[in-house]
């Protein structure tokens, strides 16, 4: 079975930009997360989808938006990009009433 | 917030067993142990998780104890390998699309 890939794995925006974030859950799985993590922290939950609506989501300004697709991919959209923004994103899925959450290695955002 | 509080840091010697402790006297009864860990640059893994008993495979053993407010993660024959953040969450059993909330975690490193 494939695990969860995520693209791209580093990125380098400019403060008030937009970005695009892909993930490709893990065979078999129906849910996607995203998390956020800063340098030094644990992961902070963003949101999760289910059944392509969001099913749950954190403490994150309306500037971060997601989508997911019948296939079960998805999407982290972040807009008006700040430099609080540079962290790692890290996409998580599994099987909707499980914790059998499997995570990708995550893209790098980096803020100018 | 998270309901678990663990040490910033530990060490170990490669090849001894590596004891992680975990407080959680606020948990409930119908709440799981979840062990996580991440390595450098990766994103987190499942290691293993319980309610009451103790319970073993083929990562790590994990000891509760028997009034459920602390437990430990041990890794028996640790190596340079297993050197991560150790990540120690409460998930209620009844559920399953619980957001995963992570403190710090313990950063374990092993020595050769």
């Known amino acids: 079975e494939t695990g969860v890939t995520q693209s791209p794995t580093h990125l380098i925006k400019t403060r008030g930009q937009q970005v695009t974030l892909r993930c490709s859950s893990q065979s078999g799985h129906n849910t996607v997360s995203w998390y956020q993590q800063a340098l030094g922290q644990g992961p902070q939950f963003i949101f999760q989808?289910?059944?392509?609506?969001?099913?749950g989501r954190g403490n994150f300004p309306p500037r971060f938006s997601g989508l997911q697709f019948p296939n079960y991919s998805s999407e982290l959209n972040v807009n008006a990009l700040e430099l609080d923004d540079s962290a790692l994103y890290l996409c998580a899925s599994s099987l909707q009433g499980t914790y059998g959450y499997t995570f990708g290695s995550g893209t790098r955002l980096t803020v100018v | 917030d998270a309901k678990t509080t663990q040490p910033p840091s530990m060490d170990c010697a490669e090849g001894r067993a590596a004891n992680l402790p975990c407080n959680h006297s606020?948990?409930?009864?119908?709440?799981?142990v979840y062990w996580y860990r991440q390595i450098h640059s990766q994103g987190p893994q499942y290691i293993i998780h319980?309610?009451?008993n103790n319970e073993t495979n083929e990562m790590a053993s994990l000891i509760i104890t028997e009034d459920r407010k602390s437990s430990t993660l041990i890794l028996p024959h640790a190596t340079l390998r297993d050197t991560a953040v150790y990540y120690c969450i409460a998930l209620p059993i009844q559920g399953g699309s619980e957001k995963l909330v992570f403190g710090k975690g313990t950063k374990l490193t092993v020595n050769p």
């Open positions: 989808y289910y059944r392509e609506e969001e099913n």
């Open positions: 319980g309610l009451k």
């Open positions: 606020t948990i409930s009864g119908n709440e799981y």
